[in-house]
């Protein structure tokens, strides 16, 4: 498998380096999160001006058609950066599923304005009751003449803040727990009946719950699709904040080398402690581990091999930050240092789009009945 990137690939990779150098430091990250949104308008405008919202859009569409390994470069570099802009969130997880199910017409409404970061779509799909359970939804979509009416509650929608539209997930069909009858609908953010509750996640970024109450919508805008669907659509953000998180994790891991090199307890530098040594080592391993279920799921494509590269890093990566953090002490946890926005972000990736143990027993399902793959449908790539 050659893992050499193409001429387009290479550019973007410096396109978010550069973004990441001219954009962020601790003090700018701080300011960007303390916006209603959770993050810089300004900087996801300038995201689509760079050509980074369009990489993961089909060309067909206007996107660039960036592929498994050019994505996971991209993503990897504004995870060293701890870039706070849910390009993850809306451009790979509610834009790809919005570019595979809506119709010719819908996608000539919204994609030029997506693509250039003038709309922002997220993801409703989480219910409380759900748990990791992706397929139990009780939102139900109630058809008449005029068109379609949702009623229900979605408890999780990271990045919901000042989103344009919500891709919600709702049961047309079938009991609460089965996997048919579920459809998407493009619900406006200023629909009648819609109530957004904004909070705050762990890593300070800003997520909304929302209360739909015979929200109306017209017939354009049910996209259908099925939990099949929304799935694959997962899939693909989970190689995507797998590798954000590897790059966090490299981040972290280099700051405190340093750290270790530099900083003496009793005239003699942290890192010529031996137990210091091994602790580094062991964690040194672990990226490596790391990067290599991460090129493998992008060189086999399949949703098992995602899954088990997901699992994996969702796990090690807390661990690692928690090992960080110990490295240095009391000032680890601190807002001064990188060290603790690093970890709460690798806790928030951990459980984002699901938990490490929803995506482990995914991957053991897969390879016990498909033999070590899913259907052809389900690739990532």
């Excluded at 790809?96 to 010719?104: I, K, N, Q, R, V």
């Excluded at 997901?310 to 000032?331: N, Y």
């Excluded at 990736?349 to 052809?376: F, H, I, M, Q, V």
């Amino acid at each position: 498998m050659n893992f050499d990137l193409t001429e387009d690939e290479e550019m973007l990779k410096a396109v978010a380096e550069r973004f990441v150098a001219d954009r962020y430091d601790l003090d700018r990250r701080r300011q960007y999160l303390a916006n209603a949104a959770g993050f810089s308008r300004e900087n996801w405008i300038l995201l689509g001006e760079l050509g980074l919202i369009a990489a993961p859009f089909d060309s067909a569409n206007g996107g660039l058609g960036i592929g498994p390994t050019g994505l996971a470069t991209i993503f990897e570099a504004l995870g060293r950066g701890l870039v706070v802009e849910p390009l993850a969130e809306c451009a790979v997880l509610a834009g790809g599923l919005f570019e595979t199910l809506a119709s010719d017409a819908l996608k000539a409404n919204w994609m030029p304005d997506l693509i250039v970061g003038k709309k922002r779509l997220v993801l409703a799909h989480r219910e409380h009751a759900s748990r990791n359970n992706a397929s139990r939804v009780e939102t139900t979509a109630r058809v008449n003449g005029r068109g379609v009416y949702l009623t229900g509650t979605k408890s999780l929608v990271p990045s919901g803040g000042t989103a344009t539209a919500f891709l919600v997930s709702a049961r047309v069909d079938g009991g609460v727990m089965e996997r048919e009858g579920v459809a998407v609908f493009l619900v406006d953010a200023r629909a009648a009946g819609l109530a957004i509750t904004p909070w705050r996640l762990i890593d300070g970024t800003v997520a909304v719950s929302i209360k739909l109450d015979n929200v109306h919508v017209d017939q354009l805008s049910c996209l259908g699709g099925d939990c099949g669907a929304i799935e694959r659509a997962q899939s693909r953000a989970s190689l995507v904040s797998a590798a954000e998180a590897l790059g966090i994790m490299e981040r972290l891991f280099a700051e405190t080398l340093e750290y270790l090199r530099t900083r003496q307890q009793f005239g003699t530098p942290l890192g010529k402690f031996q137990a210091l040594q091994h602790r580094m080592v062991a964690q040194y391993a672990v990226i490596e581990q790391a990067r290599a279920l991460l090129d493998f799921a992008m060189m086999d494509g399949s949703a098992g091999a995602i899954d088990g590269a997901r699992a994996f890093v969702a796990d090690v990566s807390v661990s690692l930050g928690h090992e960080m953090i110990q490295m240095h002490g009391g000032m680890g946890v601190t807002d001064e240092l990188s060290i603790g926005h690093g970890h709460k972000r690798l806790v928030m990736l951990s459980r984002w789009p699901d938990d490490a143990d929803t995506a482990l027993d995914r991957y053991a399902a897969c390879y016990r009945e498909g033999g070590g793959r899913r259907a052809t449908s389900d690739n990532a790539s």
